[in-house]
């Protein structure tokens, strides 16, 4: 196919992920043997370098040879959006530490995304991360509902009567960034502990 990698180049740019399912759309008139035997030569001459299983990019050339993508650009690509569509969030202690609730820096990534085949399972690890889990959401993940299941998720796994001030501030401020409607949806799919706790919340200003 005649200019593959200057199509991807104009369309998506360099160092930046690109998904399988983006190229295969960007040359919906070609089939897709013919896209993925472009994409293997491509790959062979070293324009093209796969990140993860799925998640490719354009490398640039620096001072010491081609740039590496980020690791954590091609997780958010596959597993969090595309920029445009929300599918997943960063879970478990990961987003007590996003959120401001827990100081602790984990060395396994926590995942709770749309794309997970399973319920709980673990993926390769690269990165630097010494574990990937991904987590299959209790309600499909949306733009406009990721910060409620965000919140859902820290009202099942902290106790609020043992945070700090300043920790029960963030609790509150992430859930001004949801509609009440939309969790009082999303927790009818948790664990009844955390609709008990969602209404215990309350009375540490959540939602009151």
């Not at 324009?47 to 590496?68: C, F, H, N, S, T």
């Not at 949306?142 to 902290?158: Q, Y």
Request: aromatic residues 8%; glycine residues 6%.
């Amino acid at each position: 196919m005649k200019d593959f990698v200057g199509i991807l180049k104009n369309r998506f740019g360099q160092d930046e992920p690109i998904a399988i399912a983006d190229i295969i759309s960007e040359f919906a008139d070609v089939s897709i043997p013919t896209v993925y035997a472009c994409l293997n030569e491509a790959m062979a001459s070293g324009d093209i370098e796969r990140v993860i299983r799925g998640v490719y990019y354009l490398p640039r050339q620096g001072a010491l040879g081609k740039v590496p993508l980020l690791p954590y650009k091609a997780i958010a690509r596959k597993y969090l959006d595309n920029g445009s569509d929300v599918y997943g969030y960063v879970s478990g202690l990961n987003l007590q530490n996003e959120v401001g609730v827990s100081p602790q820096v984990p060395a396994t990534l926590e995942i709770t995304t749309n794309n997970a085949s399973r319920r709980v399972r673990d993926i390769k690890p690269f990165g630097g991360w010494r574990r990937i889990t991904l987590r299959k959401p209790y309600v499909e993940v949306t733009r406009d509902n990721v910060n409620a299941l965000k919140l859902l998720d820290l009202l099942t796994a902290v106790r609020l009567e043992t945070l700090s001030a300043a920790e029960l501030n963030n609790i509150i401020k992430l859930s001004t960034a949801t509609e009440r409607c939309i969790v009082n949806d999303c927790v009818r799919s948790y664990p009844a502990k955390t609709a008990k706790r969602l209404i215990e919340s309350a009375a540490y200003g959540v939602f009151a």
